[in-house]
């Protein structure tokens, strides 16, 4: 039997950022001698192992801690409203939750404003500690199987200079509890780069490589974020459901591209906009969004927040005959975030005049901020299958049309800009989001 290919078949994010320290003349980080500490010797111990069983029914995250849900939805929804502003007509492609996990790993350093400003914006009605809790609950319940897999990777770079640098021990093991980070020291030269670049490149399955062209001479810390999403659809595509047709990109030029048809049974209605979901086999969903004739995806952004974006999921038809047609695509999109989430709140971190990173450590003589973010994502949506499964997919279409009688039919063809996201089963955090402007 031949292995089906991926419904996605690879999503691959990396996020980088990067803590300089700032006021003062430059100065050499150190002696080069090229290599690359382990710090986990004394804090292993303290990984998630002793966070409370999830393992019974999943994540409880809906009831007492659905601020968690609604501040991590709310902080996908404008992270993408903000990526989009100027961009119209591009396609975008985020990890939310790839930004905020980076995020939160420096807030853990954070102190007064500072950490207030970031809390506002990816945490809004918690606290650190809250937040932290919750993460950890939420990815510790993540499905993770051969046919559905969610997997992140942190780590942290400390600069070698004893004699300038202080690390907070507590910094550390926070973001080694809560947030799995592998933490190391390291002069940061060549040999270092080296290290970094490979680590990405492993933790892609060699999808992404050198990352990071060169190493900021003010650098003190690097924090290193990347997911690897890897999914089945529910139902696979059959070869005859893939047949060319019209894409209209946000220009109104018109393309001749594969698209990929089948009938779902989840209907997303409001009032500027249809969609539909569908599900891959295991823990998560693929979710599209066609804004109405005459509204673009920006304009359509503008009229929701991340409130809406859950109630929009939540009041799903999912009683409905919903004829779907998704272009095949690929995206690749990279982009420096510190032009973004100033416009979202968090300014002080990124000026070296007030940021407050005391938690973090301290620099003799010099301030740490955030001094550069890099984000840089691909997805690829496709879809073929084995034909076993195809025939079972068969089966199952023939069963639906035996339902219809009583069953409403829409139709929503994805032959125009739309937004996507793919999230979570339990929670509908997106775990991807964007908007797609253009084929090929």
């Not at 939160?104 to 937040?131: C, E, I, P, V, Y």
């Not at 199987?145 to 200079?161: H, R, Y």
Request: hydrophobic share 40%.
């Amino acid at each position: 039997m031949v292995k089906n290919r991926k419904a996605l078949r690879i999503g691959w994010i990396v996020f980088l950022l990067l803590l300089c320290c700032g006021c003062g003349k430059k100065e050499e980080n150190g002696s080069a001698n090229g290599s690359v500490v382990d710090l986990m010797e004394g804090i292993e111990e303290d990984r998630m192992g002793d966070m409370e069983d999830t393992s019974e029914g999943g994540v409880d995250l809906k009831a007492e801690n659905n601020f968690f849900i609604e501040d991590t939805t709310g902080f996908a929804i404008e992270l993408l409203k903000e990526s989009v502003k100027g961009k119209s007509g591009e396609n975008i492609m985020l990890s939310p939750v790839s930004v905020t996990s980076a995020l939160a790993m420096a807030a853990n350093g954070a102190r007064g404003n500072t950490l207030d400003q970031m809390l506002s914006a990816f945490a809004g009605h918690q606290d650190m500690d809250s937040f932290n809790r919750n993460w950890g609950k939420w990815t510790e319940g993540l499905t993770n199987t051969e046919e559905a897999c969610l997997q992140f990777a942190n780590a942290i770079w400390v600069q070698e200079n004893e004699e300038k640098l202080s690390v907070e021990e507590d910094f550390l093991k926070q973001n080694v509890f809560f947030y799995d980070a592998d933490i190391y020291k390291a002069v940061f030269d060549e040999d270092t780069l080296k290290s970094l670049n490979l680590w990405v490149e492993e933790k892609t399955g060699g999808r992404v490589k050198d990352i990071l062209d060169n190493m900021d001479e003010e650098a003190v810390m690097y924090l290193v974020n990347t997911v690897v999403f890897d999914a089945d659809w529910m139902k696979i595509y059959q070869p005859f459901q893939v047949r060319n047709s019209t894409f209209t990109n946000a220009a109104g030029e018109k393309k001749d591209v594969p698209f990929m048809y089948s009938t779902e049974s989840s209907y997303l209605e409001d009032g500027n906009a249809a969609g539909f979901i569908k599900p891959y086999k295991e823990g998560y969903r693929f979710v599209a969004i066609l804004p109405n004739q005459g509204i673009s995806p920006e304009e359509y952004l503008e009229t929701i927040d991340g409130e809406h974006f859950l109630d929009l999921l939540s009041g799903a038809k999912t009683e409905a005959i919903v004829k779907t047609s998704v272009p095949k695509f690929e995206a690749v999109y990279e982009a420096e975030l510190n032009r973004i989430l100033p416009s979202m709140g968090i300014e002080d971190a990124f000026d070296w005049k007030t940021a407050d990173f005391r938690g973090l450590g301290t620099y003799v003589n010099k301030n740490i901020y955030i001094n550069r973010i890099m984000h840089k994502t691909f997805i690829s949506v496709g879809e073929l299958g084995t034909e076993a499964v195809a025939a079972t997919v068969e089966e199952a279409v023939a069963e639906a049309a035996e339902e219809m009688e009583e069953i409403e039919i829409y139709e929503v063809y994805l032959k125009r800009p739309f937004l996507y996201a793919i999230v979570e089963n339990e929670t509908n955090i997106p775990v991807f989001i964007g908007v797609v402007n253009e084929i090929g």
